[in-house]
C-alpha cells in the first residue's frame, strides 16, 4: 500500500499555512492497546443481549440511544407508581434498569485500562505531543469516541492550549464574594466554549446533562471516573453519548442537545484542512460528511478546502476511493500507522 505518511501530510498543510483540524473515531483508541479496545463495544451489549425483556424493550422503544432509554424507562415506573403502583410491570422495569445500567458498566470496563494512572507516563507524552501540533496552530480537536482516552490524556499531560469548554463559576448569591472565598460549581460546560478546541461530537461517559447544566465529571483524590458514573447512574443520571443509529437517528439526537449541537456546528465551521485518524466513514456516518461539506461551502477566506483521511489497510483505501465522490472538498489519503500517536516519545 503506497501511500502518503502522516509526516508529509504535516509538512505540506505548514508549507501552504493551513490551518490543521483533527477528526478522531474508534482507531485512535484501538491503537493504544487493540486488546482491549474495539468498535462498538457499548453499543453491541444491546443487539447481542438474550434476554427476553430487555429484546422486547429495544423493540418497542426502536433506539438504540443508552440515554434515551434510560430516560424512557424511568418515567415509565413513574407512570404505573402513579397509576397502578401494585403492578408487576413497575418491578420488572426496575430489573431491565438495574440490567442496563450493570451491562453498561461492564461493556465500559472490559475495554477500557482500569483508570487513568495505568496508562503509561511515556503513551500520554506520546499522544500529547501528536495533539498538540493542532491546538497550537489553532485548530481543533472532534472525537466521535464515548470512552475516557482522550479525556484521560488531557488530564495527565498538562497541555494548556487544550480547551474543552468546561469551567467553574461562582454559586450563586456569591458573586461579590471574593475569589479566594467563594464557593465554586462542579465543572459545567458554556464558561469557556468560545476558546473551545476539544469536541466530543458524540458525547463521553464523563459527560453528564444535569438540571440543564453539562457537567463534566473528574477524578477527586478519592473516586476513580468509572466509580463516580456508576454512582450517578444508579441515581438516575446518565452519561451523555449516541451509540448507535444510522446518520439520521444520530443527527436527530445530536440536535436535541445543546451541547452535541454546539459541538457539530463547529465541526461545519472549520477552516483550512481536516485530518482523520481512526475514522472509518461508514455507511452511518452521513452525518460527519455533511458536516465537513457544509465547511467546504464557508466563505473563501473561512472554508475547508481538504481533508486528508488515514487508513490502516488496502480495503479501508479501497472504502474511502469508493466514496471520495461524497466529499466537496480535496480527498487526500494517508497511512495511519506512520502517525505513530502512542509511541513517538
Excluded at 15 to 38: A, D, W
Excluded at 86 to 103: A, C, F, G, M, N
Excluded at 224 to 248: C, H, R, S, W
Amino acid at each position: 500500500m503506497d501511500l502518503m505518511n502522516y509526516d508529509d501530510v504535516v509538512k505540506h498543510l505548514k508549507k501552504t499555512n493551513r490551518v490543521p483540524n483533527l477528526l478522531m473515531g474508534n482507531g485512535f483508541s484501538i491503537s493504544y492497546n487493540p486488546s482491549i479496545f474495539s468498535y462498538n463495544a457499548l453499543s453491541s451489549f444491546i443487539d447481542s443481549t438474550n434476554d427476553k425483556d430487555l429484546k422486547t424493550l429495544f423493540q418497542v422503544i426502536k433506539t438504540s440511544n443508552f440515554e434515551q432509554i434510560m430516560k424512557e424507562i424511568d418515567l415509565f415506573i413513574k407512570l404505573i407508581e402513579a397509576f397502578d403502583n401494585q403492578s408487576d410491570i413497575k418491578e420488572r422495569l426496575k430489573v431491565l434498569s438495574d440490567k442496563l445500567k450493570t451491562l453498561l458498566i461492564e461493556a465500559v470496563e472490559n475495554s477500557h485500562p482500569e483508570h487513568v494512572f495505568s496508562i503509561p507516563q511515556n503513551k500520554i507524552d506520546s499522544c500529547s505531543y501528536f495533539l498538540k501540533y493542532f491546538t497550537e496552530s489553532k485548530g481543533k480537536i472532534f472525537s466521535t469516541n464515548y470512552d475516557l482516552l482522550l479525556y484521560w490524556v488531557l488530564m495527565r499531560s498538562n497541555n494548556q492550549n487544550c480547551i474543552d469548554g468546561f469551567g467553574r463559576d461562582k454559586e450563586d448569591g456569591q458573586d461579590f464574594i471574593p475569589s479566594e472565598e467563594a464557593d465554586y460549581s462542579e465543572l459545567r460546560w458554556g464558561k469557556h466554549k468560545e476558546e473551545q478546541n476539544i469536541f466530543y461530537l458524540h458525547g463521553a461517559l464523563h459527560l453528564f446533562d444535569m438540571f440543564n447544566e453539562i457537567v463534566k465529571q473528574e477524578y477527586d483524590g478519592k473516586n476513580y471516573l468509572m466509580e463516580q458514573i456508576q454512582k450517578l447512574m444508579n441515581k438516575g443520571t446518565y452519561p451523555i453519548f449516541v451509540t448507535a443509529g444510522n446518520g439520521d437517528e444520530k443527527l436527530n439526537h445530536i440536535k436535541h442537545n445543546y451541547y452535541l449541537a454546539y459541538c457539530y456546528d463547529s465541526l461545519c465551521n472549520i477552516s483550512g484542512s481536516l485530518i482523520t485518524y481512526g475514522f472509518n466513514f461508514g455507511e452511518y456516518d452521513e452525518h460527519i460528511i455533511k458536516a465537513i461539506n457544509k465547511a467546504t461551502m464557508q466563505d473563501f477566506k473561512k472554508k475547508l478546502w481538504s481533508v486528508y483521511i488515514g487508513v490502516y489497510s488496502e480495503d479501508d483505501k479501497k472504502h474511502i476511493e469508493s466514496i471520495e465522490s461524497k466529499f466537496k472538498c480535496k480527498v487526500h489519503i494517508f497511512d495511519s500507522k506512520t502517525a505513530k500517536i502512542w509511541d513517538n516519545i
